[in-house]
T-cell receptor, first 114, second 113 residues
Framework: DGGITQSPKYLFRKEGQNVTLSCEQNLNHDAMYWYRQDPGQGLRLIYYSQIVNDFQKGDIAEGYSVSREKKESFPLTVTSAQKNPTAFYLC?????????????FGQGTRLTVV | GQQLNQSPQSMFIQEGEDVSMNCTSSSIFNTWLWYKQDPGEGPVLLIALYKAGELTSNGRLTAQFGITRKDSFLNISASIPSDVGIYFCAGQTGGTSYGKLTFGQGTILTVHP
């Protein structure tokens, strides 16, 4: 089945450690996005990528890094510089060959700093 | 950045009642999307709107793209317990190019049997 897969579903990190969240899609979508969700808030954009080997900062990029070496993969690294990393992280992808296409989301990764 | 105001923040209704929620923006969007999110899951697309004035239905759900391109509403008729969840509106800019999504804060819907 085609879809977008995030792993792991739950992740625990010690303070001061970097951690990488995986996002893979087999939908042949060019664009991929990372969002952060905190309780009672909407989704906020961390980074996005329109094409392989290119990515742009979103609204809250500080303390995060990404790479886009393959079309199917857009991993997000939460670095020790991110002061409040505990949150629900959502990856999305979107086809951009046609106008006005909608984004599809993965199941999310819940990151907890212990 | 762009801001979306979604209201109400939460709703408590009886099964069978109709529900209405809306989003307004200070900016124009090319596309309005409505998503539903269950606890611990990613949002699932309910309805996509592409033209100002467009009115679209998906079963018991109806959504409209405001004529000014700065607002949208979602109606749910004859609510059932499985409608429980968080509903998000999202505005999308660009077409084939940018496509950045801006989300509202969400409406938490509780349905009492």
């Amino acid at each position: 089945d085609g879809g977008i897969t995030q792993s792991p579903k739950y992740l625990f990190r010690k303070e001061g450690q970097n951690v990488t969240l995986s996002c893979e899609q087999n939908l042949n979508h060019d664009a991929m996005y990372w969002y952060r969700q905190d309780p009672g808030q909407g989704l906020r954009l961390i980074y996005y990528s329109q094409i392989v080997n290119d990515f742009q900062k979103g609204d809250i990029a500080e303390g995060y890094s990404v790479s886009r070496e393959k079309k199917e993969s857009f991993p997000l690294t939460v670095t020790s510089a991110q002061k409040n990393p505990t949150a629900f992280y959502l990856c999305a992808s979107r086809q951009t060959q046609l106008p006005n296409t909608e984004a599809f989301f993965g199941q999310g990764t819940r990151l907890t700093v212990v | 950045g762009q801001q979306l105001n979604q209201s109400p923040q939460s709703m408590f209704i009886q099964e069978g009642e109709d529900v209405s929620m809306n989003c307004t923006s200070s900016s124009i969007f090319n596309t309005w999307l409505w998503y539903k999110q269950d606890p611990g899951e990613g949002p699932v697309l309910l309805i996509a709107l592409y033209k100002a004035g467009e009115l679209t239905s998906n079963g018991r759900l109806t959504a409209q793209f405001g004529i000014t391109r700065k607002d949208s509403f979602l109606n749910i008729s004859a609510s059932i317990p499985s409608d429980v969840g968080i509903y998000f509106c999202a505005g999308q800019t660009g077409g084939t190019s940018y496509g950045k999504l801006t989300f509202g804060q969400g409406t938490i819907l509780t349905v009492h049997p």
